[in-house]
């Protein structure tokens, strides 16, 4: 079998890596594990959009989703895809191979929480931007909860907004754990920031909102989605303060960080003020789509009648809104939070037939843990490629997966779909023909 896709660089810096890689290729394995494959019926009538030609991206993409903090495993990916080489030791050191200037690095989203190194991961995606590698960075849902929280607190409380400070939970704390080391240790922080119970009413949502707030998502939300809010929050209330001091972290120190966060990623002169800027909400090659979690009706009706530039445009603007909790529920903010749960906005056979419609065959996305490596499955009558292969330090110690995590999927139209996982005994390969051949 001929293979056009790259192989990591034979330096030394790279000989950890390479340990970690798996060393042959196979076709695309069929168990459940890397193929979740619900055929559709040959008389399906959406099939008639399936049999259209697939286009493939104009050149080749190579999708790094959810690294989650961990700036290691983010730059061993790109290496272990061809994309960079590491001549220095530590991080930001990389270089560009080849292929790596010939091809679209899509980042699909969740750069922050969990940890370990929120600010250097996105010190290294910046150096992307500095290399002139062509770069494309989707919203995920960790990143956007950031934004969502860091906003609430500089605004006038409300029921739609005073919880989502608190809802970021714990897996934000090691972020300010790092602001307020690296940026605020040794300085005479406390002047500026009020007393401990102060702080605590700054951060949390009123004692009133659990009861206020089912009526006031009455309309936006399923019952499904209003109850899993509402449970989620009594959880993050009774938690958050504990699992700040488990980190060393006062409210007050946490209320100085989302301070300085604000200064870093909300001012237009911060040191992050490019990540939200940047951020695409999908964006479409050929006939795949990438994106962070999944789609709705909605959206699918978005992208046939107004395309992927209109969505962009519109995400942009509403992340300027004042009103978060409009934005935060709705089919936009769905498109990188979305699981196809019943407390989700749905995606039915209407919101298929008008994806196909809009020449969209294949999903790329994260958000989705695949412990064994990328897995193909068929939702909802589409198409996904499921491609969160488990990056960051943290989540593989709670998933039992050992040492730091290497993964990235390549697509391109004489390589195929390629998963490169260090999960997984082999390079996973779907070749161009086979594609076709899914639905069959």
Known sequence: ?????????????????????????????????SFNHKALDAQHPLNKYWRKKVRWPSRPVVFISDPHADAQA??????????????????????????????EIIIGGDCLDKGPSNLDLLRSVKQLYRMNAKVTLLAGNHDLRLRMGLLAITRKKDV??????????????????????????????????PDEETCRKKLFPDEDWFNEFPFHAAGFLTAEGIDREVRKMHTKVDKFERH?????????????????????????????????RKMKLVEKRGSFLFLHAGLDDVMGRMLLKNGTRYANKAFHRNLERRDLFGFYYSALANTFRTKYRDADLPLTDHGVKAVHKAG???????????????????????????????????SRIAEGLEGTGVGATLIGKKMGIVGISCDYPAIKHLPEKSLKQIYA
């Not at 001929?2 to 340990?19: C, V």
């Not at 090691?174 to 920031?193: A, H, I, N, R």
């Open 1 to 33: 079998m001929k293979n056009h896709f790259p192989t990591i660089s034979d330096l030394p810096l790279h000989e950890e890596i390479r340990a970690r890689l798996p060393k042959e290729v196979e076709l695309w394995p069929r168990e459940t594990s």
């Open 360 to 394: 969209i065959k294949v999903v790329v996305q994260g958000h989705i843990n695949r412990i064994q490596g990328q897995r193909i499955a068929i939702k909802k009558g589409l198409v996904h490629v499921e491609a969160d292969v488990t990056l960051d330090i943290n």
């Open 244 to 276: 700040c001091l488990e980190a060393g972290l006062t409210l007050r120190h946490v209320y100085a960080a989302s301070m300085q966060c604000q200064k870093l990623f909300l001012s237009r002169k911060g040191e992050f003020s490019w990540f939200f």
């Open 160 to 193: 739609g907004n005073q919880h989502f400070f608190v809802r970021m939970g714990k897996k934000i704390v090691p972020l300010f754990k790092e602001v307020f080391e690296q940026y605020l240790e040794g300085t005479k922080w406390e002047k500026k920031v």
């Open 74 to 103: 983010f730059e061993d990916s790109l290496i272990a895809a061809g994309v960079a080489d590491r001549k220095k030791p530590g991080l930001c050191q990389l270089k560009l191979t080849k292929f790596g200037k010939s091809v």
